[in-house]
């Protein structure tokens, strides 16, 4: 496998979201931002006055500029994202992709074996799951805290977006909220993997899924793609989950895993943060009920440094470019393997495409439960 020659990366995309990769590597000082490039050149421009960064004007010169086994991070609209990591890894680099990986399967599928018939890594992101909640969370899964655990229920219903002041929405550098693109891609595409990632690495791999989708608001400014998915997936493992993903609903970010002891919840997906509690069952006056306010479940010592709240979210962009620079550096497998990030694409759209009669799909791919992250066995 090519190692990079420095701990830094390189950046193809310089819009909303690439904003909060910098105020996340920002809190990494150990990697640096070698260059970035953005077909705008406007939208380049401002971002590199804002964060002082080297930008190229080409994908030629960017390309050309990186010694071999560099990482790549890919924060382009989901529609770009196949053509541009295909681009880096045929180059010899390393690529960590927005999600999703690719907006079509065979098209995941190819980037997955050009990433190993080449020796380089391909992750994809949400990397939330490498957070302190998510560990948090499986490693209480591990230890048992509330029995085996017999069925999840994970929500991420954003509110009803389409009413939100979304207009407003910018970036530190002045990128407005790309509203007719995620309407667009669509919330599923866009947010399943949030807790997809921590169920796949709680439980493995999902061996089939019965999902159903559908557009509830067809009078959006984009119309045409569910804004409205929900699935049972049955883990290899044995565990049944449900997530629902909408832009209709309330916002609802919990994820509840019901065990023989109890319940073990986070209320926020985004926040690396968000306290895991534990919520005992027990009898009362011939009654059945589970504690209210719950008992907190903590990692001891340092985890991994956090962001300041933005918008909706405080989460650390860095830590899956983070995990990829130490697995090479370590040459280890990568936590974010190329088998998880196609499985969790392979998921997400069964979910996505389900329509009105998507039935019972069974999964082609699988990879491997997680490795807990050091600071969390
Ligand atoms: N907006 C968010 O809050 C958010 C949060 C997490 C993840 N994401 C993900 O981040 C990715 C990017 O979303 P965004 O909100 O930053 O979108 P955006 O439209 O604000 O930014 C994307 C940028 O990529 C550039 N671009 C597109 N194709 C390119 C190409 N071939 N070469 C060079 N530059 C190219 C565009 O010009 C644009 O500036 C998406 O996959 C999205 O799912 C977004």
Redesign the pocket.
């Known amino acids: 496998m090519n190692a990079p020659v420095a701990r830094s990366v390189s950046i ?7 904003d ?1 990769y910098m105020r996340s590597l920002a809190k990494h000082p150990d990697i640096a931002v070698t260059q970035v ?4 050149p406007e ?1 380049l421009a401002a971002f590199c006055k804002h964060w002082k960064v080297r930008g190229v004007d080409s ?1 030629a010169r960017f390309l050309g500029n990186l010694p071999a086994g560099a990482l790549v991070l890919n ?4 529609a ?2 196949y ?2 990591s295909k681009t880096c890894l045929e180059s010899g680099h390393h690529v960590y992709s ?2 999703p990986l690719a907006t079509e399967m065979d098209q995941a599928i190819e980037l997955h074996e050009l990433a190993a018939a080449n020796g380089l890594l391909l992750s994809s ?1 949400p990397c939330s799951v490498l957070g302190e909640a998510a560990q948090t969370l499986a490693k209480a899964v591990r230890d048992e805290v509330a029995g085996p655990v017999r069925l999840v229920y994970a929500e991420l219903d954003d509110g009803f977006i389409a009413q939100a002041p979304y207009k407003d929405w910018t970036s530190d550098s002045g ?1 407005p ?2 509203a007719d ?1 995620e309407f667009a ?1 669509g919330c599923t595409l ?1 947010h399943a993997g949030y807790y997809l990632t921590w169920m796949i690495a709680m439980f493995g791999s999902v061996r089939r899924v019965v999902a159903a989708s559908t557009e509830a608001i067809s009078d959006k400014p984009v119309t045409g793609t569910p804004d409205f998915a929900t699935a049972t997936l049955f883990f290899e493992s044995g565990v049944t989950a449900r997530l629902t993903c909408s832009i209709v609903a309330s916002h609802d970010h919990r994820i509840r895993l019901f065990g023989d002891k109890g319940v073990l919840q986070v209320k926020q997906s985004w926040d690396n943060s968000a306290p895991v509690k534990f919520h005992r069952r027990t009898t009362m006056r011939r009654r059945l009920i589970e504690h209210p306010f719950g008992k907190r479940i903590r990692i001891g010592g340092d985890t991994h440094p956090k962001v300041d709240r933005w918008g909706a979210a405080a989460m650390n962009f860095a830590l899956g470019p983070a995990e990829m620079l130490d697995a090479l550096a370590q040459d280890r497998p990568c936590r974010l393997s190329a088998d998880f990030g196609l499985h969790l694409t392979e998921v997400t759209l069964a979910m996505q495409n389900a329509g009105e009669d998507g039935c019972a799909q069974d999964m082609t791919t699988r990879c491997d439960p997680i490795a807990p992250m050091e600071w969390a066995t």
């Open positions: 193809v995309g310089c819009g909303f979201v690439a909060l490039f953005d077909r705008d939208r994908m924060l382009t609209n989901p770009q994202h053509a541009v927005e999600k992101a990128a909220w790309p693109d891609v866009e």
